[in-house]
């Protein structure tokens, strides 16, 4: 009992240096997921795309040496086991990242980190099999030279289960002392662990990296995270501010129902809000008599975490396979119209910082509702290396890359959020059931039809009068509309007629849209 009092009044301590802020350039507002994407692609993508269209920054997968696994054929979780803390990985060379930090940093796109810090690979990744980076390793005797981790550092004689694995979730000390799915679980209460650790982080800070999504938080006591956090750099004043310190977005799974929740981790960081995905895809799907009209009070009106302690998301690369939390609700570019509407909302939206998923198709083979290919890894040659992100002449992704960025609706929804930015939630209208409105002050209106019929309606929007190009049909190119035109009354006013039958029906205008 000594110890949990001394770690929250630790984490609580903590509050001195937590790291909320992005630190986004020129008024960008999102962050974008490139998941197992290539450096050399990362570093194209911000200069080509992520920057002309106002997204504030992009998380990398782990950029760190990992096991390579052969069965399954190269699975995308292997990236989530690592060998150490050398640069490379399934991604790319140290210089590649090096360099895509480079680039992406010079265009006013911040890189945020995936890091893996709870554990290293599984306890069945056996004896002197080869990572990422051809280093040796021995899983079996608990051996990292390259780091180096002997026996000493993991928490096996901690654990109280006969496996070794966590086999309750409502004892906190199995959740954070014993192995996660079987991997070997670091000894954070140890210095020398937390000082390996924070000499990675340090290691990435250094290079430009401006934050992290810390993999596994729940897994790891808050006191001992602190320590770790409170040893890291400032960023590098080549392209942030002096004495700005690293974002840190920590994944918490808290859906309720377990003695572990997020509210430990908000002296130390933000954390990722698992119950915004699962909550806004039951109301999207319709289910359980959920209505988009119950959205009037989203957020905290819904025990959401607070806004500015939360990282939010409609999917992320666990729980668009079935895993982690949120089940079937999740909506997923499987359901390319649905997926619209719920970012559109999500972006729309005041709360939290927004994240926005970017994917690659593989071949479900769903039995009994689960995904018997949810480990298949990125689109790859034979040899199993990961193949380019090839750009379509209509700017859409091939090979197999979804790039949800790319879409159109998404694209100009990113461009709507930070032109909003700062001004307030307003303007609500809805038809009790599926048909909503709101305004962001003066500056953007957005209107959703997901009922089973027409939306026709006349509504205050609080927008100037004038002539504004609808941002989901088309946009604003010159000095006329690609999609729609909305004509604003002097009063503010608007007649919007919305088909429930229409791929995307919903509609988008904001200050930079009028001509």
């Not at 250094?206 to 770790?228: E, N, T």
């Amino acid at each position: 009992m000594m110890r949990m009092q001394l770690l929250v009044l630790a984490a609580i301590l903590g509050l001195s240096s937590a790291q909320y802020d992005p630190h986004f350039k020129n008024g960008r507002t999102s962050i974008v997921h490139l998941f197992e994407w290539r450096w050399e692609d990362i570093a194209l993508e911000c200069e080509r795309y992520l920057a002309p269209n106002g997204f504030g920054g992009v998380q990398i997968s782990p950029p760190n040496e990992h096991i390579v696994l052969d069965y399954p054929w190269r699975p995308w979780y292997q990236r989530y086991q690592p060998i150490g803390y050398n640069l490379c990985s399934r991604s790319g060379t140290e210089a590649e990242l090096i360099n895509m930090v480079e680039r992406c940093n010079n265009v006013g796109v911040n890189v945020y980190a995936d890091v893996v810090i709870n554990h290293m690979c599984g306890a069945g990744g056996g004896e002197g099999r080869h990572s990422s980076c051809g280093s040796y390793f021995s899983a079996t005797r608990l051996d990292f030279p390259t780091v180096p981790y002997s026996n000493l550092d993991f928490n096996d004689g901690k654990c109280s289960t006969g496996s070794g694995n966590i086999e309750n979730y409502q004892d906190i000390y199995q959740v954070r002392d014993c192995r996660l799915v079987g991997l070997l679980d670091l000894a954070l209460e140890k210095d020398y662990v937390r000082g390996k650790l924070a000499d990675y982080l340090n290691k990435l800070i250094d290079i430009g990296f401006a934050g992290f999504r810390v993999d596994a938080s729940k897994h790891m006591w808050p006191g001992d995270l602190d320590v770790v956090y409170s040893r890291l750099n400032t960023l590098n004043t080549r392209w942030f501010q002096g004495g700005a310190k690293p974002l840190i977005f920590q994944e918490v799974i808290d859906l309720g129902g377990e003695p572990i929740t997020a509210s430990e981790y908000f002296g130390l960081g933000r954390v990722t809000e698992f119950k915004y995905g699962a909550k806004l895809g039951t109301v999207i799907r319709r289910w359980n008599g959920e209505k988009m009209s119950y959205l009037s009070n989203w957020g905290e009106g819904w025990a959401l975490v607070p806004s500015d302690r939360a990282l939010v998301f409609v999917d992320n690369h666990d729980n668009q396979r079935g895993h982690g939390a949120g089940g079937a609700s999740i909506i997923t570019f499987w359901d390319s119209r649905l997926y619209k509407i719920a970012i559109g909302f999500m972006l729309a939206h005041p709360y939290g910082l927004t994240r926005v998923m970017s994917s690659y198709r593989w071949n479900r083979n769903i039995v009994n509702g689960a995904d018997q290919n949810d480990w298949i890894g990125p689109p790859s040659y034979s040899d199993g290396t990961t193949k380019p992100v090839s750009i379509n002449p209509d700017t859409t992704c091939g090979d197999d890359w979804v790039c949800e960025h790319r879409w159109r609706q998404i694209r100009n929804m990113v461009i709507f959020r930070n032109v909003v930015n700062g001004q307030p939630f307003s303007n609500w209208w809805d038809n009790g059931n599926n048909q909503v409105a709101f305004g962001r002050g003066n500056r953007g209106f957005v209107v959703f039809n997901n009922d089973d019929w027409n939306l026709d309606v006349t509504l205050d929007t609080g927008m100037p009068g004038g002539t504004y190009c609808d941002v989901i049909s088309g946009q604003k190119e010159g000095n006329s509309c690609t999609g729609k035109q909305i004509t604003v009354s002097s009063d503010g006013k608007v007649h919007f007629s919305i088909s429930n039958v229409e791929e995307d029906p919903f509609v988008a205008i904001h200050a930079d849209s009028k001509l």
